[in-house]
C-alpha cells in the first residue's frame, strides 16, 4: 500500500526530469549540448538541423528580417548588447543580395524540403510570403520601370512600399541583382512543379515567371557594355522610363571577378541573345585575369601534414563571402567533379588555416564588433587568408557563423563542427538565432542579426538551390547565338540541347584550362577540426528565457 504513493512520486520526479530535459534541447542556446564528435551521426546532425532551422526561423518574422508590407527583406535587426532582445528598428535599407537569401530559402520549402519548410513555418507560410513578396517587386517595377524588373540598394517607406536609397535613385548593381535572379528563378521553377497545381499556386507560378522572364529581357540592355565586359554598377538615365540601351551609362567597375558576380555572367551567357559565340565567350575571358590558382603550404604546426601543398583557386580576400555563387547555381552537380574538388581544397585549406593559426572560427566579411554600444563601428570586407588572395588582409580578429558555410556544402559534418564552435561563444545564439560575430578572444560581439550572416548558412545547410536551378536548365532550350561560329575552339550551331549542357561546358572548360584534369596538389590533405575554443571568461551570456 505504501508503493503506491511512492511510484506516483517517481512517474512525477520523472516526468519533471524529462520536461527540463526536453526544454534544455529546445532551448535557443543549444550549441553546448553538442561537441564535434556528435556531427558523425546522422541522428544528431538531423535533430541539430531541426534546432538550427527552427530558432533561424524566429528571424525569419515580418517585422524583424522583412517588411510585412511589401515582403522585401531588410538587412537585418539590431540586437541588444546587454539582453540579446531585439534593440531599436530594423535596418530599413536592403539590397537583392539579401532576396536572393529568403527566395532561395521558400523556394526550397515549397519545392518540400522538410527542413526548409520549418524555417518558413510551413508551405501555405512560404506561398504567403512569396505572394507578398512578388506583390512588391511588381510595384517597383510599375513605378520605376527603368530598373527593368532589378533592383538597387532600397528603403522601406510608411505606405508599405520601397524604393531606391537617395544615393541609388539612378543607379543598379550587377553582382546582387545575379544572385537574386538565380533564387527567383528556382522559386519560379519549384512553384510550376507544384503538384496538384492549385489556381493559387498556379497563378504565383506565372507571376514568378514574368518577373523572371522580365529580368532576362532586360539584363543585357542594362548591364553589358560590349567586348565581354559586364557594368558592376549601371548609372540609369531616366528611373521611369521602360528599358532602352540609351537610358544605362557605365557608372563603376566591372564584374570581371570568378566570384559572386558570376551570377550575373551566367545570367548574361546562358539567356542573352548574341550576335557571335566569340562575343559570348569574351564574358569568359574577362575573367580569367582573376580566375587563378595559387599554392597554400600547410604551416609547420599543421602535425603530419606539415609542408603539404594546396593548389586552391586564388580568392580576392578568401572570404567565405565569395563562395556565394555555390549557393544559387548547380556548380557541384556530378558533372562537374573537378569543381567540386577544387571548392573542397578550397575548404581543406580554410580549416587548416583556423586549425594552424589557433583560431575558433573562420572568416568572411562582416560587421564589425563593438565594445558594448549597439551602433556598428564599420563593416570589414577585407578578411579572410593572406598568400591566397589577391587583396592585402587588414582583418583577422573577428570570426562570424557563415563563415563555415563553404565547408558545409563539402562536408556537413565538418561545417557544422566549426559553425557550433563559434555559436558555443558567449552571446552568440538567442531568440533570433545565431549572432552575426564575435571576436576571437570572446570579449566583443556585433549586436546584429543579417540575412549575410545567418541565413546563407541555413541555405547551405538545406544543399542551396542549385539542384532546382539543375533540374530546369535541363528543360530549357539552348539560346545559340544568330551568326555561326567560325572559331573551331567554340561551340558549334545547335551543339546543346539544353542550357545545362551550356552551363557545365563552360564551367568546365573554365576549370580544366587552369587546373588541368589530372589530380590536384593536396587532395588528400583532409579538412580540419578546430582545436581552440571561443574563451568564455571575457564577456557573460545573457540571461535569457528561450
Known amino acids: 500500500r505504501q508503493s503506491a504513493p511512492m511510484f506516483s512520486a517517481l512517474i512525477v520526479t520523472l516526468v519533471a526530469l524529462f520536461a527540463v530535459a526536453g526544454a534544455a534541447s529546445s532551448s535557443c542556446r543549444f550549441a553546448k549540448n553538442y561537441q564535434c564528435s556528435d556531427f558523425n551521426d546522422k541522428q544528431k546532425v538531423d535533430e541539430y538541423l531541426d534546432l538550427v532551422v527552427t530558432w533561424e526561423g524566429q528571424f525569419a518574422q515580418p517585422g524583424v528580417s522583412y517588411d510585412p508590407a511589401s515582403g522585401y527583406s531588410y538587412d537585418g535587426h539590431p540586437i541588444d548588447y546587454k539582453t540579446g532582445e531585439l534593440y531599436g528598428e530594423p535596418h530599413m535599407f536592403s539590397a537583392p543580395s539579401k532576396e536572393s537569401i529568403h527566395v532561395g530559402l521558400l523556394a526550397l520549402a515549397v519545392a518540400g524540403n522538410e527542413k526548409a519548410l520549418k524555417f518558413t513555418g510551413g508551405f501555405d507560410a ?31 517607406n510608411a505606405n508599405g512600399t520601397f524604393s531606391p536609397l537617395p544615393d541609388w535613385s539612378n543607379k543598379v548593381p550587377g553582382l546582387d541583382n545575379g544572385e537574386w535572379f538565380w533564387a527567383l528563378y528556382a522559386a519560379a521553377n519549384a512553384l510550376e512543379a507544384i503538384q496538384p497545381q492549385t489556381t493559387e499556386v498556379a497563378s504565383l507560378a506565372a507571376r514568378y515567371r514574368a518577373f523572371v522572364n522580365c529580368q532576362r529581357a532586360n539584363a543585357k540592355t542594362i548591364f553589358y557594355r560590349g567586348d565581354g565586359q559586364t557594368s558592376a554598377v549601371v548609372t540609369i538615365v531616366d528611373a521611369f522610363t521602360a528599358p532602352t540601351p540609351a537610358n544605362y551609362k557605365q557608372e563603376s567597375g566591372y564584374l570581371n571577378d570568378p566570384y559572386e558576380g558570376e ?18 565567350n569574351n564574358l569568359w575571358i574577362q575573367k580569367r585575369p582573376l580566375f587563378q590558382k595559387v599554392d597554400y603550404i600547410v604551416p609547420e604546426n599543421g602535425g603530419i601534414y606539415a609542408g603539404s601543398r594546396i593548389t586552391v583557386q586564388e580568392g580576392f580576400w578568401f572570404s567565405t563571402h565569395e563562395q556565394w555563387k555555390a549557393l544559387l547555381m548547380p556548380y557541384f552537380s556530378s558533372d562537374l567533379t573537378l ?32 565594445d558594448g554600444s549597439e551602433d556598428i563601428p564599420s563593416y570589414i570586407s577585407a578578411t579572410g587568408i593572406p598568400g591566397i588572395s589577391f587583396q592585402d588582409i587588414q582583418r583577422r580578429d573577428v570570426i562570424t557563423p557563415y563563415g563555415s558555410y563553404g565547408l558545409m556544402m563539402q562536408n556537413i ?43 546563407t548558412t541555413v541555405l547551405a545547410m538545406l544543399g542551396g538551390v542549385g539542384p532546382i536551378v539543375e533540374t530546369a536548365l535541363k528543360k530549357e532550350r539552348d539560346v545559340s547565338a544568330r551568326m555561326v561560329t567560325q572559331d573551331k575552339e567554340l561551340p558549334a550551331l545547335g551543339k546543346f540541347h539544353n542550357s545545362y549542357e551550356r552551363f557545365v561546358y563552360i564551367v568546365k572548360r573554365e576549370h580544366e584550362l587552369l587546373f588541368g584534369n589530372k589530380d590536384l596538389p593536396g587532395e588528400h590533405v583532409p579538412m580540419q577540426a578546430p582545436r581552440t575554443a571561443v574563451p568564455q571568461d571575457q564577456l557573460s551570456d545573457w540571461d535569457l528565457t528561450c
Open 339 to 370: 569543381v567540386q574538388r577544387v571548392f573542397r581544397s578550397a575548404e581543406v585549406v580554410r580549416s587548416f588555416d583556423a586549425y594552424s593559426s589557433n583560431l575558433p572560427g573562420m572568416f568572411a566579411s562582416i560587421n564589425d564588433v563593438t
Open 126 to 156: 512560404a506561398l504567403k510570403v512569396l505572394a507578398l513578396k512578388v506583390a512588391g517587386y511588381e510595384q517597383f517595377n510599375a513605378t520605376y520601370p527603368g530598373f527593368g524588373c532589378f533592383t538597387p540598394w532600397v528603403g522601406f
Open 263 to 280: 551570377t550575373m555572367t551566367q545570367l548574361l551567357y546562358l539567356f542573352s541573345d548574341w550576335e557571335s559565340e566569340e562575343e559570348r
Open 413 to 455: 559534418s565538418m561545417g557544422l563542427c566549426w559553425y557550433n564552435n563559434m555559436l558555443q561563444g558567449p552571446r552568440m545564439q538567442g531568440k533570433y538565432g545565431s549572432t552575426e560575430a564575435i571576436n576571437v578572444n570572446g570579449t566583443e560581439i556585433s549586436p546584429l542579426t543579417t540575412w549575410d550572416s545567418k541565413i
